[in-house]
């Protein structure tokens, strides 16, 4: 990175108007700049354009076919337009260079927002569903933040660059170099987030070979997922530079942990955090964060499907491995869904642990605040908090506690996600019908298959 590239980003501040975004790239001879967005499926999408175009792109005038994006819109209505938010604006922290290695000049993005050509807000847009899903809880006096714990593992690549999933280091929880490899890559991908305006406050070795956790300042809930967008695709490219593979599938190797993103949220009421009591029954706690968890707790069922969903996120979600499978809360303890760290005061907040890095953090955090919301709303209460390691109770101790159990699949997920009319409505018809039919079809290819654990099983035994 170098020295004009980091005095460039530190003259980018979120309340940059067009004119100066205009005048920054040009100072900064910046070349192309992408205007960045996500499909339903939670997929960074974007449109590139050159310098000659800048003008347009910032008016919002960029136009695209709608119809080539999961879950868009038809064909015959597929011009959609993208209307960038300034707030976004950052410069990439690396070079930009073609397959002649020829500097190409430095370049931008921008995150935008989908509408359709006469100026209405596009309803198969998830940035906008989150933002509407905001608007709703302002309305109520609230404001969420969130700050979620996104792990992904660092695989080692072939010779001619194929992905494998061999690890390329065989340290643990916390683990040093030698033992950790990927340290080298972690600290890279810290310094160009950094770039990005990022404020980091963690980095380390996960449970499992290969596993990383980078933990970045909770925020807003959109500028939240604005940067998990960001956080996924610098991950991956830094990786790619250093001759690795990330990934952020939920369980890509048998027998060890799977990847995460418990995610921490708060509501926040005139400036502060409406999850504080100290007078609180349980341990300062408030009436408002035990009633949102009791929202969470009531909606899990059919919220995992979007937080958790693809055919193996469900490969996580089972005994053994750390990852919650039963729906209880409790003060401290990690074994149950929800868990409450021990910080009070601004801090208080509740982490709800099922999610997994695989979704689309705008739709994710809709669904969560949707189902806390309506927690407040009709004033929830959860069951008691467990003090117990439900991980290690017996199923008749669960059922005498009234502890129930995440769906086991894709499809069962789905087929809870479908009753719950809370969640629909928070996606609004056009996202919903179009995630379910997506997913129906990636569980319908998935039991359609024939797996290599069936031929090693039954090929030669029946």
């Keep these: 990175m170098t020295k004009e590239t980091l005095e460039a980003g530190r003259e980018i501040t979120p309340s940059m108007t067009k004119e100066e975004i205009y005048a920054h790239m040009t100072k900064y ?17 974007n449109v590139e354009v050159p310098a000659s175009q800048f003008e347009t792109a910032l008016d919002g005038q960029v136009l695209f076919d709608g119809s080539s994006i999961e879950g868009f819109t038809r064909i015959e209505e597929s011009d959609m337009v993208l209307k960038p938010d300034f707030s976004t604006y950052r410069l990439d922290p690396w070079p930009s260079f073609g397959q002649q290695h020829t500097d190409h ?13 006469d100026g209405s807000p596009f309803e198969g847009c998830p940035r906008l569903t989150l933002k509407r899903m905001c608007e709703e809880a302002a309305a109520l006096g609230y404001t969420m933040k969130c700050g979620p714990e996104a792990e992904f593992f660092l695989f080692s690549r072939t010779a001619d660059g194929a992905a494998t999933t061999i690890t390329h280091d065989s340290a643990g929880y916390f683990d040093l170099a030698p033992t950790d490899l990927g340290e080298e890559c972690r600290r890279e991908i810290v310094i160009a987030l950094e770039a990005l305006g990022f404020e980091i406050e963690a980095a380390h070795h996960e449970v499992a070979p290969g596993q990383h956790e980078i ?19 610098v991950v991956r490219k830094v990786a790619q530079d250093m001759g690795l593979h990330a990934t952020f599938m939920p369980k890509p190797i048998h027998g060890q942990n799977g990847s995460g993103m418990h995610v921490h949220q708060s509501l926040y009421k005139d400036g502060k955090n409406a999850f504080y009591d100290p007078d609180g029954e349980w341990e300062g706690v408030s009436e408002t964060m035990t009633w949102y968890v009791g929202g969470l707790l009531d909606h899990a069922r059919g919220l995992v499907a979007i937080t958790n969903p693809i055919v193996n996120s469900y490969k996580r979600l089972v005994p053994g491995y750390e990852a919650p499978t039963h729906l209880a809360w409790s003060m401290r303890n990690r ?14 907040r509740c982490e709800l642990r099922m999610p997994d890095p695989a979704c689309n953090p705008y739709l994710a955090f809709t669904a969560m605040l949707a189902a806390g919301l309506d927690g407040v709303k009709n004033q929830t209460e959860p069951p008691l908090p467990i003090t117990g390691n439900v991980y290690k109770m017996s199923k008749r101790e669960r059922s005498r506690l009234k502890i129930k159990s995440l769906p086991s699949n894709l499809g069962e997920a789905l087929d809870l996600l479908e009753k719950d009319t809370v969640l629909k409505e928070a996606l609004g018809e056009h996202i919903f019908s179009n995630f379910v039919t997506a997913k129906r079809a990636e569980w319908g290819e998935y039991i359609a298959a024939v797996h290599p654990w069936e031929i090693d099983r039954y090929l030669t035994t029946l």
């Design 335 to 348: 074994s149950p869904l929800i868990r409450v760290p021990a910080t009070r005061g601004e801090g208080t």
């Design 29 to 45: 001879n910046v070349r192309f700049l992408r205007m960045q967005f996500t499909d339903i499926t939670g997929n960074n999408k």
């Design 215 to 233: 933990d970045f300042k909770y925020d807003d809930a959109v500028s939240t997922a604005d940067r998990l967008s960001t956080f996924r695709f």
């Design 105 to 117: 000049g430095k370049v931008a993005h921008i995150i935008c927002d989908v509408y359709t050509p």
